[in-house]
């Protein structure tokens, strides 16, 4: 299998230097497009088809796991695994487009395949030895109601995501919220009741404050009745009696 993929290689190199030799007469033109005749093309799409015969062979015998490090091979191996259950068995391989500038190159052969066919476009650099592949990419065509449907798809998938996060994080601030609002009420429920035993002294104060303002007016009593006494002569207040005292409002 090596052996035949080196020899695969070795004809895509040989094809590059033609195309390479072959249009060495344009570079000196103004335009960077790189004519290519018939037989050039040809020769690219034999070399892109044995490529992808290749590719199918190395996956099916399950040898491409022995390229996945190759920076160029690598990819194409996986792009083509992952494509392949769509496109089913190969029933041929056409040339599609080929084109070349001064720059690059680009190369795309159609796979026909008994579910849905595929492009395989080979990309390339121009080198001083040629051109360099640098990429093999698969891609399966699909029809149009495909199209739709899978876009359909996706946008349910990403709506119903987005939207199920949405809930997620509404439960979650509602449980938030109950943990944090049940945190807070633990502390009041805990404080002692208030005793109503201490009324008593509140009471009382009253009684008190009545006795002693009685007490005053008693003393203010006396003193008024012997003030009144001397100023009439007399030993003692037995001769009148004191009814009411009032402040004298002054102005």
């Not at 037989?39 to 062979?57: C, M, T």
């Not at 009253?206 to 100023?231: G, N, Q, S, T, Y």
Request: hydrophobic fraction near 45%; aromatic fraction near 6%.
């Amino acid at each position: 299998m090596k052996k035949w993929l080196i020899t695969t290689l070795l004809v895509i190199a040989c094809v590059f230097n033609l195309v390479a030799c072959g249009s060495s007469d344009n570079n000196s033109t103004a335009s960077s497009e790189i004519e290519v005749t018939e037989e050039q093309k040809q020769q690219w799409y034999d070399a892109a088809s044995q490529a992808v015969i290749g590719l199918n062979e190395a996956v099916m015998a399950g040898q491409a796991e022995a390229y996945m490090d190759d920076p160029v091979y690598g990819p194409a191996y996986s792009s083509w695994e992952n494509a392949l259950t769509d496109i089913g068995e190969i029933q041929g391989i056409e040339g599609n487009s080929c084109s070349f500038t001064k720059k690059d190159g680009r190369v795309t052969v159609t796979v026909k395949g008994s579910k849905h066919d595929a492009e395989v476009v080979f990309t390339m650099e121009s080198s001083d030895q040629g051109y360099t592949v640098t990429g093999i990419t698969t891609n399966v065509v699909y029809s149009m109601s495909e199209k739709i449907q899978q876009a359909a798809l996706n946008t349910l998938l990403g709506m119903g995501t987005t939207f199920a996060v949405l809930i997620l994080l509404a439960l979650v601030i509602a449980l938030f919220g109950k943990i944090v609002g049940g945190a807070s009420k633990k502390p009041a429920k805990s404080k002692a009741p208030v005793k109503s035993a201490p009324a008593a002294p509140v009471a009382a104060a009253p009684a008190a404050a009545a006795e002693e303002e009685l007490a005053d007016d008693m003393e203010l009593v006396a003193v008024i009745a012997a003030a009144v006494a001397a100023f009439e002569g007399k030993q003692s207040t037995d001769g009148f009696v004191v009814r009411s005292i009032r402040k004298a409002r002054r102005k």
